[in-house]
């Protein structure tokens, strides 16, 4: 028998290091996944949403650099993959999405199911081919492998069933992947940032993901230089552990000395980063270069003295022996102790999290950093458990943490944490779930998690509400409105699905939970924790419009008769930074 154009797909998808695909199956793609399974290299994981499959495919391909392949079959099975392609675009994740599309002779006759790929496609994927002739095979799917794995991004074929099963030409199909290029800025513009960094009496560093693979020679140059060093969200996992100058996040979620530290520098080094919050980065008072490889990312935050284009490992090798030594490290100190005292206030509700009822996040999620292990991969849903995680889940040298930092989905942790558990077999998969996220998307694939049996801690965060959004309005001045809702007892809910299920309501039982949560292996579990709705928590600095608008939203809230929540919430609040 001859080979179909999906045979070859799938050979050439497992020779670009494909372990899964995660998906929902259906009239186009049948004959995709037909030939999957007599492949038999890489295994299908059938998911109850496509989003869900997404997003687990995103946590394993930005973890293992391996590409994932995800697919939904022709039209609203290929819609509902679009949400998690954005975030594989914007968490720089290769993903390879097999959209199933309509019989090519019936291409453009508005028939059912149909949708124009590349419109469709358009914002989330870096390259979208349709395939429409078995001739076009090799070329496209190659195009759509190296571009994913070398541009880390989504890409997208969209292939009819009949094109599928359609007889593939003989040619050869094989291909290579170039490692990454070796990239660093021209030796002038090097002797102009060493100038600018000898003249300059401190300097401080600001670190995002571009960190990860130089995090060793971004710690010795803050050393060398006496420079804090401040990371975005992304940045934290690699440079926050094992480096004596950090003084972590500036920003909403921001804790610590990052702000005052890239604010009172005479120089800022901003590396790999493309922190889109313009407002937490200093303005003319401070001489500001950044160097990415990227260079669409230079300069688009904030006006720069020195722009430059390279991968962070080389361009700061080659930073290293030209920089001359600082001496004087009283600046480092102060932002340090800055960062000390910070770390202090923020532990009040941690100490004290014991004694209080509702339970308090920050005691939770300190807890949950203290139990888990030294290589646990912690994954938080956009809302408030993106703070916790920030503040007080400690990282380490092989912990991990991931959420949907730069694009910022909701109902991304718990199947990040399931796409985790199956690329990493052994290790804690811990996802800190805010009950709304946990309802849009995670509850229905626990089926898929209970009949794997994959062992997937997810924490939920069950505050009744979009505190998220809650916070949101009264910073904008407004009173909270659309953002409550009822929740069933989540712990039953999952034992009658089949997974196991914890629920805690008394502070006094969230050690024992939490390590009878993490020490269960024999399937996933659900945490059900009811934690304070009215947990507040500001960033380390807050600029005057949030400020005014907390004050606004109390104030318009007590004329509105809501008196009894904002004394409650002054009052839960009272040490709140
Ligand atoms: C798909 C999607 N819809 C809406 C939003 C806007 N949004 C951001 S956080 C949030 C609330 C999250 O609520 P929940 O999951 O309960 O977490 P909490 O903040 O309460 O901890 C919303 C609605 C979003 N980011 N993504
Ligand atoms: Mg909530």
């Known amino acids: 028998m001859s080979k179909k154009v999906a045979d070859v797909l799938w050979e050439m998808l497992a020779k670009a290091g494909v ?33 869900y499959g997404v997003f687990a495919a995103v946590a394993e391909a930005y973890f293992t650099g ?87 991004g989504p890409t997208v074929l969209s292939i009819p ?18 490692a990454p290029a070796v990239l660093r800025p021209s030796d002038t513009d090097l002797e102009k940032l060493v100038r600018m960094i000898d003249e300059a009496k401190t300097v401080a560093i600001f670190g995002g993901d571009g960190c990860r693979e130089g995090r060793d020679e971004v710690v010795e140059l803050a050393c060398k230089l006496k420079a804090p060093v401040g990371y975005s969200f ?85 930073l290293l022996p030209a920089v001359r030594e600082k001496t004087d490290g009283e600046f480092l100190e102060r932002q340090i102790a800055h960062t000390e005292s910070f770390h ?25 950093s203290e139990l888990a292990s030294d290589d646990a991969m912690f994954f938080a849903d956009t809302g408030t458990a993106c703070i916790w995680l920030a503040r007080h889940i400690f990282g380490g040298k092989n912990r991990r943490l991931f959420g949907s930092f730069s694009w910022a989905s909701m109902a991304n942790a718990a199947p990040n944490a399931f796409g985790c558990a199956l690329a990493y077999p052994g290790r804690q998969c811990i996802a800190l779930s805010g009950d709304g996220g946990f309802t849009m998307l995670g509850m229905g694939d626990l089926l898929t998690q209970i009949e794997r049996r994959t062992p997937v801690v997810q924490v939920i965060l069950n505050n009744e509400k979009f505190d998220f959004v809650h916070i949101e309005q009264q910073e904008a001045g407004i009173i909270p409105f ?23 309501e008394e502070p006094g039982d969230v050690r024992e939970g939490l390590a009878e949560a993490l020490a269960y292996k024999d399937g996933p579990v659900v945490v059900d924790a009811v934690v304070d709705p009215l947990a507040l928590a500001m960033p380390s600095h807050s600029p005057f419009h949030t400020v005014k608008g907390f004050t606004l939203s109390f104030a318009k809230q007590v004329l509105s008769g809501r008196l009894d929540t904002v004394i409650k919430e002054m009052e839960r609040n009272v040490g709140i930074v």
Not at 127 to 142: C, G, K, S
């Open 482 to 504: 659309g953002v409550e809702f009822k929740n069933p007892n989540f712990a039953k809910v999952a034992e009658a699905m089949g997974a196991k299920g914890i629920r805690i």
């Open 344 to 368: 202090n206030l923020l532990q009040h509700y941690v100490e004290k999290g014991p004694t209080i009822k509702p339970i308090r996040p920050e005691f939770l999620a300190a807890t949950l």
């Open 234 to 318: 992304r940045g934290k996992q690699w440079l926050e552990h094992e480096n004596p100058n950090a003084v972590g996040m500036t920003g909403l979620m921001g804790y610590g000395g990052a702000y005052n530290a890239i604010h009172e520098a005479d120089l800022l080094l901003m590396l790999g980063t493309d922190f889109p919050f313009s407002e937490f980065l200093p303005g003319t008072s401070v001489k500001k270069v950044q160097i990415d490889k990227n260079p669409k990312h230079i300069g688009r935050r904030t006006a720069l003295d020195l722009g430059l284009v390279g991968d962070i490992k080389s361009t700061v090798s080659a």
């Open 66 to 152: 391996n590409p994932v392949v995800v697919c939904g079959t022709a039209g609203p099975g290929v819609v509902h993959l679009f949400n998690g392609l954005m975030d594989a675009r914007k968490e720089a994740a290769p993903i390879i999405a097999i959209a199933g599309d309509v019989e090519s002779s019936i291409i453009d006759t508005s028939t059912l199911e149909e949708l124009n790929p590349y419109k469709f496609f358009e914002a989330a994927s870096l390259y979208t081919a349709r395939l429409v002739n078995p001739e076009q095979a090799r070329a496209v799917i190659t195009t759509a492998i190296l571009t994913a794995v070398l541009e880390k």
């Open 19 to 51: 372990k899964r695909c995660y998906g929902i199956v259906g009239d186009a793609l049948n004959p995709v996944v037909d030939a999957l399974r007599r492949n038999g290299a890489i295994e299908f994981v059938p998911v109850r949403h496509e989003e």
């Open 161 to 178: 069933g009949d094109v599928a099963s359609a007889d593939a030409p003989d040619q050869p199909t094989d291909f290579t992947i170039a």
